[in-house]
């Protein structure tokens, strides 16, 4: 791939001014992908060619960039570029054809990523994803694409039926009001029912959001996700999974992985630490972090924490 194309895209003015999370984007755009347009956005432009580009994949099925905003961070010595997955966000609108759920496969979001490298001609990327974005990351890496240099697996999904059984644990440590609404609302298929959303509810309070997640405004003004492609993808919660990719996991591949790995999860995370220690441990060159006192939404939580970890991991293992 030849970088020289990013830069004739669009014809813009870069400033060297300090990386923070709320900066606005060097450059900004969409890309035809299978089936529309996704948009993205880079910062870190001067550092385009020189270090590898972080291509950083959002969670759902159905979520946006806006939970990935503390990448923008690293955008001091890498170019950094979010983006909303085809359906999504800023990318809903650029849908072919709305009722075409066709794209709404792992494959799909998985080739987005090679159409992000050859339109933004990425020779050398480091992929990040957190949930289902590490889903992503995962399936890319164990492609071993050329000028792939390492992978951020942040709070994972990378085995469906693992995930429901670490949740059922997780489940079985709450008080039995909320268990007894859980079992008794997915055995009756009623989901909306307000006694399972408060039980929904008392579970993210624990495992989402365990010491409480911070609102920096990175979704103010934002464009909301697909909630018809989460459902249909994967289920009513985080911890029922119906969906799609309920029989999903790639941990079978993750000995094949040939470049460094970072498995980061909180400590009372849906993708729990054992589960995260126990698949880190298959990846030939991986390091495992777990973020103390964090439940699922680990950059919301601890954002200082994650990205410094983040950018150790990238310095030591880039040298």
Avoid at 13 to 33: C, E, K, L, N
Wanted: hydrophobic letters at 40%; glycine letters at 8%; proline letters at 5%.
């Amino acid at each position: 791939m030849n970088f020289i194309k990013a830069f004739l895209m669009v014809a813009i003015a870069v400033f060297t001014i300090p990386a923070g999370a709320h900066q606005d984007p060097d450059q900004s755009g969409y890309i035809q992908v299978d089936g529309g347009k996704i948009w993205y956005r880079m910062n870190g432009l001067e550092h385009l060619g020189k270090t590898p580009a972080i291509i950083a994949m959002h969670g759902g099925p159905g979520g946006t960039h806006r939970g990935l905003m503390p990448y923008v961070e690293l955008s001091d010595t890498y170019p950094v570029i979010l983006y909303d997955q085809l359906g999504n966000g800023m990318s809903a609108k650029f849908v072919d054809d709305p009722s075409d759920r066709s794209t709404w496969t792992v494959e799909h979001f998985v080739k987005e990523i090679s159409q992000i490298r050859e339109a933004l001609g990425l020779d050398e990327v480091i992929i990040a994803g957190h949930s289902w974005g590490g889903t992503l990351s995962a399936e890319y890496a164990v492609k071993n694409e050329e000028g792939l240099r390492a992978a951020i697996f942040g709070s994972p999904l990378i085995s469906t039926p693992q995930w429901v059984a670490d949740n059922r644990e997780w489940i079985s440590q709450m008080p039995k009001r909320y268990q007894d609404a859980i079992n008794k609302h997915e055995a009756a298929g009623t989901f909306d029912d307000p006694e399972y959303r408060d039980a929904e509810r008392a579970f993210y309070d624990r495992h989402m959001c365990h010491s409480g997640c911070v609102d920096r405004g990175f979704r103010d003004n934002a464009k909301g996700g697909n909630r018809d492609m989460y459902q249909t993808m994967w289920g009513p919660s985080e911890f029922t999974a119906n969906g799609t990719l309920a029989d999903y996991d790639i941990s079978p591949q993750l000995h094949t992985v040939e470049v460094p790995v970072l498995m980061i999860c909180g400590e009372f995370d849906e993708a729990a630490p054992k589960s995260c220690k126990k698949f880190a441990d298959m990846v030939p060159d991986a390091t495992n972090v777990v973020v103390p006192q964090a439940g699922h939404a680990i950059l919301s939580e601890e954002k200082d924490m994650v990205v410094s970890t983040i950018r150790n991991f990238l310095a030591k293992k880039l040298k």
